[in-house]
């Protein structure tokens, strides 16, 4: 099929099989004489190898093969480098790659923004948690300081009354309470007895019981609220201070910026009252 | 035998040299090898009919790749460049399979 099949009537003897050539060269080699024509293909192979002639020929055809080993050696390389990928790329396959990839960049840039939308509404949501986590701790405090399940600290007052005749009683002390809640006291402890919503005082014999508590004289009232509404709540005329002198007790009050209420109380859960908020 | 060792010569000095193809002939190198290896086998063939003539080699050679060079780079002009180096390497992918049949009925008489 190449230019040479072309050149002369040849061109048959290729599609034949062997045994057309064969025949003749076998016949003809008895008599030693030894023409190109009658040679088979293989026979020419080998003599065209070995021995080497140097003729125009062959240097010519060493020339063009050289050309040959050279291109296809270089392309090998150059195809191989790897690092190259898109180097003998053309010019469509080059924006077509591009296209893709502007498209991948495009879909990944929308999953990007989908992600961080999200992450962004989650810390809002957390953030959100977080403060109502905060608020119900702060609201657990300030129920446990009316309650009396944890200490309490700030202004107010130390009330102390001396009982040495034994004619104070719980009525009086409770009435001390009443007139102290009524002024603004936020929480009260007397002789280490925290006073709460569910506090009943009793007498019992000389001394008072508080919540079953039995307590002596001198009674202790620490009271934390605004001084300045708890101690003239309790002197005014025919309050809790005269009452009391009246039986014969003396009593002092005093102003302090810092009182500690420490005494405390276990968290009850009620037998009956049940929330009705829910 | 000779032609042999040209052939060897230049494999071993494309690996070795490794020039840079320059990026204009880049992508007609390819198709130009496949165009002169199909030459080489015509020409193998040739030889084994016992009509090898070096002038022609030298002139199918020489032609055949530049005209494959050129359909390549007429292609690329008209937009067709990827179609048209395929087509080239299929045509010559089939002249070069029916020579290597003819070599081998010549060489294994099969």
Same mark, same amino acid.
């Given at each position: 099929?190449?230019?040479?099949?072309?050149?002369?009537?040849?061109?048959?003897?290729?599609?034949?099989?062997?045994?057309?050539?064969?025949?003749?060269?076998?016949?003809?080699?008895?008599?030693? *004489?030894?023409?190109?024509?009658? !040679?088979?293909?293989? +026979?020419?192979?080998?003599?065209?190898?070995?021995?080497?002639?140097?003729?125009?020929?062959?240097?010519?055809?060493?020339?063009?093969?050289?050309?040959?080993?050279?291109?296809?050696?270089?392309?090998?390389?150059?195809?191989?480098?790897?690092?190259?990928? !898109?180097?003998?790329?053309?010019?469509?396959?080059?924006?077509?790659?591009?296209?893709?990839?502007? #498209?991948?960049?495009?879909?990944?840039?929308?999953?990007?923004?989908?992600?961080?939308? +999200?992450?962004?509404?989650?810390?809002?949501?957390?953030? +959100?948690?977080?403060?109502?986590?905060?608020?119900?701790?702060?609201?657990?405090?300030?129920?446990?300081?009316?309650?009396?399940?944890?200490?309490?600290?700030?202004?107010?007052?130390?009330?102390?009354? +001396?009982?040495?005749?034994?004619?104070?009683?719980?009525?009086? !002390?409770?009435?001390?309470?009443?007139?102290?809640?009524?002024?603004?006291?936020?929480?009260?402890?007397?002789?280490?007895?925290?006073?709460?919503?569910?506090?009943?005082?009793?007498?019992?014999?000389?001394?008072?019981?508080?919540?079953?508590?039995?307590?002596?004289?001198?009674?202790?009232?620490?009271?934390?609220?605004?001084?300045? #509404?708890?101690?003239?709540?309790?002197?005014?005329?025919?309050?809790?201070?005269?009452? !009391? *002198?009246?039986?014969?007790?003396?009593?002092?009050? *005093?102003?302090?910026?810092?009182?500690?209420?420490?005494?405390?109380?276990?968290?009850?859960?009620?037998?009956?009252?049940?929330?009705?908020?829910? | 035998?000779?032609?042999?060792?040209?052939?060897?010569?230049?494999?071993?000095?494309?690996?070795?040299?490794?020039?840079?193809?320059?990026?204009?002939?880049?992508?007609?190198?390819?198709?130009?090898?496949v165009a002169a290896l199909d030459a080489?086998f015509g020409?193998?063939?040739?030889?084994?009919?016992?009509?090898?003539?070096?002038?022609?080699?030298?002139?199918?050679?020489?032609?055949n790749?530049?005209?494959?060079?050129?359909?390549?780079?007429?292609?690329?002009?008209? $937009?067709?460049?990827?179609?048209?180096?395929? $087509?080239?390497?299929?045509?010559l $992918?089939?002249r070069i399979?029916?020579?290597?049949?003819?070599?081998?009925?010549?060489?294994?008489?099969?």
């Amino acid at each position: 099929m190449s230019d040479h099949d072309r050149t002369n009537g040849h061109r048959f003897r290729a599609e034949l099989p062997a045994e057309v050539t064969a025949p003749p060269s076998a016949a003809e080699e008895t008599p030693g *004489e030894r023409t190109p024509a009658a !040679l088979t293909g293989r +026979q020419r192979l080998v003599k065209g190898l070995w021995p080497p002639r140097v003729t125009r020929a062959q240097l010519i055809v060493a020339l063009l093969l050289f050309g040959l080993g050279f291109g296809l050696a270089v392309q090998v390389a150059s195809n191989s480098d790897g690092d190259s990928a !898109l180097r003998g790329a053309r010019q469509e396959d080059l924006v077509r790659i591009l296209d893709e990839l502007d #498209d991948r960049t495009q879909r990944l840039e929308d999953e990007k923004q989908g992600l961080e939308k +999200q992450r962004g509404e989650l810390e809002n949501s957390s953030d +959100q948690a977080e403060e109502a986590r905060k608020q119900t701790v702060e609201k657990e405090r300030q129920l446990g300081v009316l309650a009396g399940t944890v200490a309490a600290q700030g202004p107010g007052i130390t009330m102390t009354v +001396q009982d040495t005749k034994g004619r104070v009683e719980a009525d009086m !002390l409770l009435d001390a309470v009443q007139e102290l809640r009524a002024a603004g006291a936020e929480a009260i402890q007397v002789n280490g007895v925290r006073v709460v919503a569910g506090t009943f005082l009793t007498d019992s014999g000389d001394t008072v019981s508080v919540d079953g508590n039995k307590i002596n004289a001198p009674y202790r009232f620490k009271v934390i609220g605004k001084p300045q #509404d708890l101690e003239p709540a309790l002197n005014i005329p025919g309050g809790v201070v005269q009452t !009391l *002198e009246k039986e014969l007790a003396t009593v002092t009050v *005093e102003r302090s910026s810092k009182i500690v209420v420490d005494a405390l109380r276990a968290a009850e859960r009620p037998d009956y009252a049940r929330s009705s908020s829910r | 035998m000779i032609a042999v060792l040209g052939l060897v010569v230049g494999v071993v000095a494309g690996l070795l040299v490794r020039p840079e193809v320059p990026a204009a002939v880049e992508p007609y190198l390819p198709i130009a090898v496949v165009a002169a290896l199909d030459a080489v086998f015509g020409g193998l063939r040739a030889m084994l009919d016992g009509i090898f003539d070096d002038k022609v080699f030298v002139v199918s050679f020489l032609s055949n790749v530049v005209v494959a060079a050129l359909i390549v780079f007429l292609g690329d002009k008209l $937009g067709v460049g990827a179609q048209l180096s395929t $087509g080239v390497v299929v045509v010559l $992918g089939i002249r070069i399979f029916s020579n290597a049949a003819a070599i081998r009925r010549h060489v294994f008489r099969a």
